[in-house]
């Protein structure tokens, strides 16, 4: 059972770059959600994904997209407008739980293994 976290690097400031979330079970009707963390500072939530809801952090909300493919059985991160604070390492995670919503709280038991996130000029 896991997580792959895809297509991080090395962006300019103003740029786009898209992650992509890949799982070994089925991600359908389970919360997902994409989580960062720079050098120093605490891991911080990104953003959210079930089938009853979306969310977005305040400092990416506008910018960022999050989206699922069911038949690649993927989750992805549209990245836009990037800025050098968003440089970081990019982890997925996943609530197993049938059903589980971003609206109640997730429990994200399954982590992927991080992406690294630049901007850079």
């Known amino acids: 059972v896991q997580l792959q976290a895809s297509g991080g690097g090395l962006a300019q400031p103003g740029g786009s770059l898209r992650l992509s979330c890949a799982a070994s079970f089925t991600l359908d009707h389970l919360a997902v959600g994409w989580f960062r963390q720079a050098p120093g500072k605490e891991r911080e939530w990104v953003s959210c994904s079930s089938d009853s809801s979306i969310y977005y952090a305040d400092s990416v909300k506008g910018r960022f997209t999050i989206s699922r493919d069911k038949a690649k059985n993927t989750v992805s991160l549209q990245m836009d407008s990037l800025q050098p604070e968003d440089t970081a390492v990019y982890y997925c995670?996943?609530?197993?739980?049938?059903?589980?919503?971003?609206?109640?709280?997730?429990?994200?038991?399954?982590w992927g293994q991080g992406t690294q996130v630049t901007v850079s000029s």
């Open positions: 995670a996943a609530d197993a739980r049938y059903g589980s919503s971003c609206d109640a709280g997730p429990s994200f038991n399954y």
